[in-house]
Nanobody, 123 residues
Framework: QVQLVESGGGLVSAGGSLRLSCAASGRTFGIDSLGWFRQAPGKERESVAGITWNGAGTYYVDSVKGRFTISRDNAKNTVYLQMNSLKPEDTAVYYC????????????????WGQGTQVTVSS
């Protein structure tokens, strides 16, 4: 099993920045990709960004390209999501996820999930 613990959410004004962190532990040797999803009230969970274990491959949903950056520190088994120029529509619960596959773009491709952290962007 893989355990994921997120941190770094909070309340920020539009145009501001936040950095989310996700620490992975347990049987991480079988993991190829780490990623971030988000779910706003009344909406489906959507993939935001993903990164392969060696960092060579990344994915971003179009709505965050140029504003969000995903990175990882394998020595710390941690993945980060730097979020800049935040907009009210970025408000959601953000979830960290891990997968043995190469950056699946659908939630069912990620068997391991964190508990989520709330990000609220005020206008």
């Amino acid at each position: 099993q893989v355990q994921l613990v997120e941190s770094g959410g909070g309340l920020v004004s539009a145009g501001g920045s936040l950095r989310l962190s996700c620490a992975a532990s347990g049987r991480t040797f079988g993991i190829d990709s780490l990623g971030w999803f988000r779910q706003a009230p009344g909406k489906e969970r959507e993939s935001v960004a993903g990164i392969t274990w060696n960092g060579a491959g990344t994915y971003y949903v179009d709505s965050v390209k140029g504003r969000f950056t995903i990175s990882r520190d394998n020595a710390k088994n941690t993945v980060y999501l730097q979020m800049n120029s935040l907009k009210p529509e970025d408000t959601a619960v953000y979830y960290c996820a891990a997968s043995p596959a190469r950056i699946p773009t659908v939630a069912r491709g990620w068997p391991y999930w964190g508990q989520g952290t709330q990000v609220t962007v005020s206008s």
